[in-house]
Each structure stands twice: as C-alpha cells, then as structure tokens.
C-alpha cells in the first residue's frame, strides 16, 4: 500500500517536474524571440535623440577632461580640508588622510592628484588595498613633523 501510493507521489512530482521544464523552456524560446524596437521608432527617441549630433572624438576628450578637472578639485580640497585638520588638532608622525573608495579605472587619476598637492617632505604614501563593506579601499598617508617641547 505505501509503495503504492509513493510511486504514485513519484509519478506526479515527476508530471510536475517536466511541467516546469516546458514551461520554463517556452520563456526561454519566447526570451530568444524577443527584440526590443529600436529607440528612433518610439516619439521619445526622435524628438530627444534625434536633433542631436555626435560630438567629434577632440571635443569628447574634452568634455571628459572637463569632468576630471572639476572631480579632481574637489578631490583635492577635501584632501586639504582634512591636512589642515590634522594640523589643528598638532598630530604627528605618520597620519591617514583619506579613504579612498573609487573604481578601479579612476584610482590612478586619484592616486596622482593626491601625490601631486604634497611634497615629497611629507612622504605622501598609499596604503594596499583593503576591503571595506565589499568594496575596494586605498588609505592615503602622510608623515607629519614630530613637535619638539
């Protein structure tokens, strides 16, 4: 009797089992089948996209650097904000200034613009990467003077 009835459970999970196979089969058919129209066939996309010109690859490359320059000084006076209040509360020695948390792709401009505002009197330095709430992180030092009482 219980054998019985466990084949029967097997048979209809096994009927469940392929039902679910088809079925998820035929999402994907109609997922392969699917296009997305294209933009200019929509209103939105001629009238928004459609006046406009692509700019030229130099006027691009400026457009970007813009964007650095503008990126860069605020990177920079944050990193002055944060030397100068190291200098008010008279730390010494070997100091984190910043936290720095960017992609990949940008942490060398980073890395630059922080060597740049500091002689080497400082010894501005950069920490290995660290990992903090899963996301890459690169501390910036710098070596204070030592005050002499």
């Not at 006046?51 to 970007?64: A, Q, R, V």
């Not at 720095?100 to 330095?125: G, N, W």
């Amino acid at each position: 009797m219980a054998r019985k009835r466990l084949c029967s459970q097997l048979y209809s999970f096994s009927k469940i089992n392929a039902d679910l196979f088809y079925f998820f089969l035929m999402i994907i058919n109609k997922m392969a089948d699917f296009q997305r129209p294209l933009l200019t066939q929509t209103t939105d996309g001629q009238t928004e996209y459609g006046k406009k010109n692509i700019p030229s690859f130099g006027d691009l490359k400026e457009m970007y650097n813009k964007k650095w320059t503008k990126e860069k000084e605020d990177f920079q006076t944050q990193l002055k904000a944060n030397f100068f209040n190291l200098i008010e509360r008279q730390a010494e020695g070997t100091q984190e200034l910043f936290m720095l948390c960017v992609p990949e792709r940008k942490e060398k401009l980073y890395t630059e613009a922080f060597l740049d505002i500091f002689s080497s009197q400082y010894t501005p330095h950069i920490g290995e990467v660290e990992r903090l709430a899963n996301k890459r992180i690169r501390k910036l030092f710098i070596t204070l003077p030592q005050g002499f009482y």
